[in-house]
């Protein structure tokens, strides 16, 4: 199992001719951050829970900017050092995703 994240500067998939241009692309952390991610332990309607380890999840800004503070909760809760690094790119990437209008954090599980 593993996660891969891209940010885009638009809505993937969502009908263009031409898509979304490619700001980042993060798989280096892929095993780590599923495996951090399936140990969290925040309630069911935080929006962490709802990232799908086999399919896709995407997050618009307003989404990412929500969901970095459960990343922050969640890196303190990291066993290793390998999944810490792994919650640190994620909530690199949630606060660039927040900070860019219009821009898609998406979640690519395995």
């Keep these: 199992m593993s996660i891969e994240i891209a940010l885009y500067d638009g809505r993937p ?8 241009a490619l700001l980042h692309l993060s798989t280096g952390h ?15 309607d935080h929006r962490l829970r709802r990232i799908d380890p086999y399919g896709d999840t995407l997050l618009n800004e307003q989404d990412a900017g929500a969901t ?3 990343a922050t909760a969640l890196l303190s809760r990291c066993t290793t050092e390998a999944q ?18 219009g821009s898609w954090l998406c979640l690519y599980g395995d």
């Design 68 to 70: 970095f503070e459960e």
């Design 30 to 44: 892929g095993g780590d951050l599923a495996e951090a991610l399936a140990a969290h332990a925040g309630p069911s």
């Design 13 to 20: 998939n969502n009908g263009r001719r031409t898509g979304p």
């Design 84 to 101: 810490r690094a792994a919650v640190r790119d994620l909530r690199n990437l949630l606060a660039h995703c927040a900070a860019t209008p």
